[in-house]
Nanobody
Framework: QVQVVESGGGSVQAGGSLRLSCAAS????????VAWFRQAPGKEREGVAT???????RYADFVKGRFTISKDNAKNTLDLQMNSLKPEDTAMYYC?????????????????WGQGILVTVSS
């Protein structure tokens, strides 16, 4: 099974950029759907972006045009480039992976999670 570890968080002023990375070990990202989630203080966890079995990225409306998700199966890394950051983007960010089923499909039931990394955006 895969283990995933996030890196790259930190503090930035509004309008700035950060790049998060999630390194996988124990298995190849090529066998998984992957996603980034976030959870702000006092709020529920929400999906930010995902790459599903078709390899296409999908984004939550609140990050469209600002964030870019990318996966490098050769390097076994998953990145989230975050531009034009807003104070409301402040949250713990988590990468997650779900193994493809025998049919090569995912079901949005993410089994493997990183420990999370903090992103703070100041106004």
């Amino acid at each position: 099974q895969v283990q995933v570890v996030e890196s790259g968080g930190g503090s930035v002023q509004a309008g700035g950029s950060l790049r998060l990375s999630c390194a996988a070990s124990g298995d190849s990202y090529s066998k998984y759907c992957v996603a980034w989630f976030r959870q702000a203080p006092g709020k529920e966890r929400e999906g930010v972006a995902t790459i599903r079995e078709d390899g296409l990225p999908r984004y939550a409306d609140f990050v469209k045009g600002r964030f870019t998700i990318s996966k490098d199966n050769a390097k076994n890394t998953l990145d989230l480039q975050m531009n034009s950051l807003k104070p409301e983007d402040t949250a713990m960010y988590y990468c997650a992976a779900e193994a493809l089923d025998p049919s090569g499909l995912c079901h949005q039931h993410f089994e493997y999670w990183g420990q999370g990394i903090l992103v703070t955006v100041s106004s």
